[in-house]
């Protein structure tokens, strides 16, 4: 299996990239490709360790300020643009990049193309509940969904749950402001009698905002601006709950009671629980080709973690399962 890693994008790029490649390369036993500034690169990878890691040069980088679409479009020799063409010309099986989210996708839909019968795409975001893992998606591709998209993100969420989370009949719920069927919009409420007419598919109703940190269903769907607040959100909650949380047992000698050594392994269980690191790769489905976006601060760890999610999402198959499925 190989794997076109965009080395030139993240905040922490290329030291950060090229070491979560290292590590992966180690621990997935897979080919990387680092798609870059191959002085840059050469910098920074220690080729004494002699794993399967090759560059490929590409003197371009789309910066995250730049409009996506445009900017695949004009730098054609952009590090994202050539890591995508390798998986379109058969060189490499998936695409991995912590650059730009809307480069990535426009990279996607453009070189990869979509599946035929899906409209759009959607990043498929695995969110850690105390139940193990709720899925969201869209998180971020698609702010302008119609019901049909929604719908479809119910079909790829619930193939890609079963079959690479290893999760058996997995529920699956419209995210909405309440229960009952005529609650929400427009869109959702059409949505939901979509869903609800579908016989393949463990439809389980209306999700609430809470439903998600609590586990109560394994995939959960919404457009891709609902999807993108709910994520940053919750990021932002729980590392400030863990910043209270410390504060108060420091001011008010609660560490002291209640020994500090359980409370640093306690916060240390809940902070990889929490850590993006853990969960680093979340895929585009839809696309006629594995691309995984990983967050724009991931440290080495994190891409690691996005590789091996791109080694599951090739082994499992999961793009034939969502072609037979449509």
């Not at 900017?71 to 730009?100: M, P, Y």
């Not at 899906?118 to 869209?138: K, M, V």
Request: glycine share 10%.
């Amino acid at each position: 299996m190989k794997i076109a890693v965009d080395a030139m994008g993240g905040d922490k790029a290329p030291a950060e990239i090229i070491k979560g490649a290292i590590l992966a390369a180690e621990k997935y036993k897979c080919e990387i490709v680092l798609v870059g500034d191959k002085e840059k690169i050469r910098g920074e990878l220690d080729e004494t360790k002699n794993l399967p890691i090759t560059i490929y040069h590409a003197e371009e980088v789309i910066e995250m300020g730049e409009h996506p679409a445009d900017a695949v479009r004009n730098k054609k020799n952009s590090s994202i643009v050539v890591a995508t063409n390798l998986v379109k010309d058969g060189e490499c099986d998936a695409v991995l990049s912590a650059g730009s989210t809307g480069a990535a996708v426009a990279a996607a839909q453009l070189i990869l193309k979509r599946i035929h019968g899906i409209g759009r795409p959607a990043i498929a975001t695995p969110i850690p509940t105390p139940r193990g893992t709720t899925l969201l998606l869209d998180s971020g591709a698609n702010v302008d969904s119609k019901p049909e998209h929604l719908v479809q993100c119910g079909i790829m969420g619930s193939l890609y749950a079963e079959h690479v989370l290893k999760i058996k009949n997995p529920s699956v719920a419209l995210l909405n402001i309440g229960e009952e069927e005529t609650k929400g919009n427009a869109q959702v409420q059409e949505t939901y009698k979509m869903l609800k007419r579908l016989k393949k598919m463990n439809f389980k109703g209306n999700a609430e905002g809470r439903d998600i940190p609590r586990g109560e269903f394994d995939v959960v769907i919404c457009d891709g601006f609902v999807g993108n607040v709910v994520l940053k959100f919750g990021e932002g909650l729980a590392l400030t709950i863990i910043k209270l949380l410390t504060e108060e047992l420091t001011a008010n000698g609660g560490a002291k009671l209640l020994g500090e050594k359980l409370l640093e392994t306690t916060f240390k269980n809940i902070s990889k629980r929490l850590d993006v690191s853990e969960n680093g790769g979340a895929p585009l489905l839809g696309v006629d080709g594995c691309c995984v976006i990983s967050h724009g601060s991931s440290d080495a760890r994190a891409i690691c973690s996005g590789i091996g999610v791109a080694c599951n999402y090739v082994g499992s198959k999961i793009l034939e399962q969502i072609k037979n499925s449509l």
